[in-house]
């Protein structure tokens, strides 16, 4: 299968995010933001993955509104990293940019996949 962009770009996310959690200091508290956003952050791609094999269009984007709410989960997560001092603010602007990428590239293949849904029922 022809790996797409989107595929890439949230399967290097997940592996960024979950590199920097292995630097994250293990205290008290932390650990809890660090496995919240880990599961949030793979869920990302995992759920974009699934889309592909999607067994009607409904289920295709209802895939991508599943990866879509991940990655606003994702984005609080790293707020929540970065206010508690695990991480710096030069690594989570890094990791909001491209969670932002993301984000935009799920709407936009959501709007896409719903305008062509919609155009094919109106040709019936």
Known sequence: ???????????????????????????????????????SATSIGANIYEA???????????????????????????????GAGAISEETGKALLLECGIIHRMLSKSITTAKNNTEAENQSC
């Not at 067994?55 to 989960?73: M, Q």
């Open 1 to 39: 299968m022809k790996e797409s962009l989107l595929r890439t770009k949230s399967k290097e996310f997940s592996l960024h995010v979950i590199r920097v959690c292995d630097e994250i200091d293990g205290r008290k508290g932390r650990s809890v933001l660090v496995n919240q956003i880990t599961r």
């Open 52 to 82: 592909n094999y999607a067994s009607s269009k409904a289920d295709f984007i209802n895939k991508l509104h599943i990866s879509l709410k991940e990655c606003i989960e994702t984005e609080y997560w790293i707020e929540m990293l970065f």
